[in-house]
């Protein structure tokens, strides 16, 4: 049973803070990771890719990932409230069907 | 918007009625991927077809059934509907055989509300 665990929230920040949201995963083989904003009502919104070890900056973004630990996370820096959604951890194996497994979700507050 | 288009936007049914949702992929994506999204949690896997063949499927029973279309468009259908398959079903594409690293991106949602 493949799993990735997040802590459902709500996180809340100020804004102009960093914010940081943690993610595991259950299988060792999985090559692929993403981070998804959803938006309440909407449907999730690719902000992040990350394949090997180490980080990943995009704007305002940065994802790291550590597979020995099996741990990925993401950073939010200058946070605004339009930051303020929920972000989905997905995980995509390299064995079976390499489908994304994805958390429940962190439920992100950034307040004026 | 990523290109992903899926129709209709909402829909209700009544208990035991079938269903077809349908999603046009991002142009040249040719690997589609259905999911299910309950209240509260994250997106759960139905299926994925490839090449028009099914690629993987989820904890979901016989009645989710679907098709891929040569043009890379997919349909989603549930028979005999129950009040627990209200959800907002997502579809998503990435471009490339599923075990690439590729990145996959989703429709807007279909919001099936079974009464």
């Known amino acids: 049973q493949k799993e990735v665990e997040q802590n459902s929230g709500p996180l809340s920040v100020p804004e102009g803070a960093i914010a940081s949201l943690n993610c595991t995963y259950s299988?060792?083989?999985?090559?692929?990771f993403f981070w998804y904003r959803q938006y309440s009502g909407k449907s999730p919104e690719l902000i992040m890719s990350?394949?090997?070890?180490g980080d990943k900056e995009d704007g305002r973004f940065t994802a790291q990932l550590n597979k020995a630990s099996q741990y990925v996370s993401l950073l939010i820096r200058d946070s605004q409230p339009s930051d303020s959604a929920t972000y989905l951890c997905?995980?995509?194996?390299?064995?079976?069907?390499?489908?994304?497994?994805f958390g429940k979700g962190t439920m992100l507050l950034v307040s004026p | 918007e990523t290109g992903v288009t899926q129709s209709p936007t909402h829909l209700i049914k009544t208990r035991g009625q079938q269903v077809t949702l349908r999603c046009s992929s991002q142009?040249?994506?040719?690997?589609v991927s259905w999911y299910q999204q309950a209240l509260g949690q994250g997106p759960q896997f139905i299926f994925q077809?490839?090449?028009?063949?099914?690629?993987g499927r989820g904890n979901f029973p016989p009645r989710f059934s679907g098709l891929q279309f040569p043009n890379y468009s997919s349909e989603l259908n549930v028979n005999a509907l129950e009040l627990d398959d209200s959800a907002l079903y997502l579809c998503?594409?990435?471009?490339?055989?599923?075990?690439?690293?590729?990145?996959?991106?989703f429709g807007q949602g279909t919001r099936l509300t079974v009464v």
């Open positions: 990350i394949y090997s070890n």
């Open positions: 997905a995980v995509k194996s390299a064995s079976g069907y390499s489908t994304l497994t």
């Open positions: 299988d060792r083989v999985s090559q692929s």
């Open positions: 998503a594409s990435s471009l490339g055989s599923p075990e690439m690293n590729t990145e996959a991106f």
């Open positions: 142009s040249g994506h040719n690997t």
């Open positions: 077809y490839y090449r028009e063949e099914e690629n």
